[in-house]
Nanobody
Framework: EVQLVESGGGLVQTGGSLRLSCVIS????????IGWFRQVPGSGREGVSC?????????HYADSVKDRFTISSDNAKNTVYLQMNDLKPGDTAVYYC??????????????????WGQGTQGTVSP
């Protein structure tokens, strides 16, 4: 069974930074995507960023986080990171990582994903 475990959430002031980590148990998909998503109460899950592995590696970001957030991976540690800089109160959410058996530019879409972590809370104070 694939398992994902997020960590790194917390409370920061506006303009601050957080680095989220997602440790993923071993899997054997030829193509796959690993993404970060966020959700606030009463709203659906929103795609933030993803790495797609499908004949090459591509990186994708939601417009709202471009130039502020960076996704990266350390394959030796089975870990994907989300570096979040210049945080704003609107970034406050529970952040989830997900694993999809498919690659491609739609990796930012939550419906692509089969496996999810438990989430980590990120809160940005004014």
């Amino acid at each position: 069974e694939v398992q994902l475990v997020e960590s790194g959430g917390g409370l920061v002031q506006t303009g601050g930074s957080l680095r989220l980590s997602c440790v993923i148990s071993r899997f054997t998909f030829d193509d796959y995507s690993i993404g970060w998503f966020r959700q606030v109460p009463g709203s659906g899950r929103e795609g933030v960023s993803c790495i797609s592995e499908s004949g090459g590696t591509t990186y994708h970001y939601a417009d709202s986080v471009k130039d502020r957030f960076t996704i990266s991976s350390d394959n030796a540690k089975n870990t994907v990171y989300l570096q979040m800089n210049d945080l704003k109160p609107g970034d406050t959410a529970v952040y989830y990582c997900g694993l999809s058996r498919f690659g491609g530019p739609k990796c930012i879409m939550p419906y692509m994903y089969d496996y999810w972590g438990q989430g980590t809370q990120g809160t940005v104070s004014p």
